[in-house]
């Protein structure tokens, strides 16, 4: 236990923003390398044709279904693990690193079983117009193989961070990435495999990461994985809820705000383009989570410092890391938007430059995403914070506001009046509405942090139940 002692006094002395920008950097490393190989995978698809860019489109739903899986263990396990530790219990955070690494394998393996038979299907109810459905299909083939260790990796790898062990992850995630993006020439065009060998190379680099994550674990600064602590029961499962449900349900409607697009992508296209739409918002929703997982690796290096800090009592620190969090978030998002703005048609000409009308489309869409982009910090770094406390309810509502409650009355209703154009600019009106509702929590949940912080309880001596 020594390794975790340690980690302990690191995670509730270190000054805070100091703290965070350590956590912080890893998380943010992961995360980019991880939407740089999505993005190295669009590009290389795109010189085979457009109806293979809008095929692994189409496959970013069933993508998304994946990081839902492996997000709802990750952060439900993390949170506890992290508050746990902060509590010095060590042996409920073994437990529930266990159960939290065991569940997602079985999930995995059961949609893998289940989707092979019925991919095609899957991708028509995915979006996929005819010409796209059989780049749709080899894309995903491999994908489905793999689902239990890209679900599994992603528990691993939030696990680890929120232990405040980011840099392990880093590790496990910067290597499958580097892997993917050295894969893709070879399968794509030296074997001739096309978009099949996108798919292999994302499978095998995937397995390669979550090894690496799974030996990351055996460090002794990190709650080691053992069988012998799978012991899941009603209250592991319920804790597990707890702390991930608002990632479950954040990433269940990006699925289907993802399933929506692609359909609304295709009806409002001009005549004959519908391949052309459908890869032009492919290409954006790519562009976009590039830029936008910079920032959330960086809320990501909070995440661990609240949750330590949390379970300790030391509020003040919380707030502390909040505050410096959301700030530099959103001056960094400002940037990025700013340069997106500006350089969209040479941005999205990057993926295909051969379709002027993919090219148009997808500028256009790009715009509108980056006018608003920045006030998307406010409601990330809320809802990490929320859920990171087991303000489970808040903190659902949150993440489900931007492709929820927003996102989808707007891809219903702005194309019936506006047709394309509506649907460009769908996501700019869902999140400038998740903005506005996010600002009533972000100051209550300051002030309650303000009212529970006492200048004298500056360290914790005994493990705090409460906290946990």
């Not at 020594?2 to 923003?17: F, H, N, S």
């Not at 109806?51 to 709802?72: H, K, L, P, R, S």
């Not at 990750?74 to 902060?86: E, P, T």
């Amino acid at each position: 236990m020594a390794g975790l002692d340690k980690k302990y006094i690191e995670m509730t002395q270190t000054p805070v923003p100091r703290l965070v920008l350590r956590l912080a950097v890893p998380s943010m490393i992961s995360m980019v390398v991880t939407a740089l190989y999505n993005v190295v995978d669009a590009a290389f698809v795109g010189r085979l044709s457009t109806e293979a860019t809008a095929g692994i489109g189409i496959a970013f739903a069933y993508m998304t279904f994946i990081q839902a899986v492996g997000f709802f263990f990750g952060h439900g396990s993390g949170n506890f693990i992290s508050r746990a530790l902060g509590a010095r219990h060590y042996e409920r955070a073994g437990q529930m690193a266990a159960v939290g690494f065991f569940s997602p394998l079985m999930v995995g393996a059961v949609a893998a079983l289940v989707g092979l038979p019925l991919l095609p299907r899957i991708v028509v109810l995915l979006g996929a117009p005819p010409n796209v459905v059989p780049h749709a299909c080899n894309y995903l083939r491999f994908i489905l193989l793999a689902s239990p260790f890209m679900m599994s990796a992603l528990t691993l790898n939030n696990q680890l961070r929120l232990q405040g062990n980011a840099r392990f992850g880093m590790v496990g995630i910067v290597s499958g990435a580097i892997l993917n993006i050295i894969l893709d020439p070879v399968l794509i065009f030296g074997l001739g495999m096309g978009v099949t060998g996108a798919s292999v190379a994302t499978a095998v680099s995937q397995l390669f990461a979550w090894a690496i994550l799974l030996r990351g674990t055996m460090r002794s600064e990190a709650v080691h994985i053992r069988f012998s602590n799978f012991r899941p029961s009603v209250s592991v499962y319920r804790e597990i809820v707890a702390g991930g449900l608002p990632s479950l349900f954040r990433q269940a409607f990006n699925c289907l705000s993802a399933i929506m697009l692609n359909h609304a992508a295709a009806h409002y296209a001009p005549l004959g383009h519908e391949a052309s739409s459908v890869a032009a918002f492919a290409v954006v929703s790519r562009t976009t989570m590039f830029a936008f997982s910079l920032i959330l690796g960086f809320a990501q290096g909070f995440q661990p410092v609240c949750g330590y800090n949390y379970g300790a009592r030391l509020y003040q620190r919380v707030r502390q890391a909040y505050l410096f969090t959301f700030s530099l978030s959103f001056v960094m998002l400002t940037v990025l938007s700013t340069l997106g703005y500006i350089f969209a048609p040479q941005i999205i000409s990057l993926f295909r430059s051969e379709d002027p009308e993919l090219i148009r489309i997808g500028a256009s869409a790009l715009r509108w995403q980056c006018i608003v982009f920045p006030l998307c910090t406010l409601a990330t770094t809320t809802g990490m914070l929320l859920q990171n406390i087991r303000h489970t309810l808040p903190a659902t509502l949150l993440s489900i506001g931007r492709q929820g409650l927003f996102f989808i009355p707007a891809i219903l209703l702005l194309p019936q009046w506006l047709g394309l154009a509506g649907v460009e600019m769908a996501q700019a009106a869902a999140d400038l509405l998740t903005f506005i509702l996010t600002i009533p929590f972000a100051i209550s949940i300051n002030r309650s942090l303000s009212a529970k912080y006492n200048p004298n309880n500056v360290t914790i001596s005994q493990p705090d139940n409460s906290a946990i």
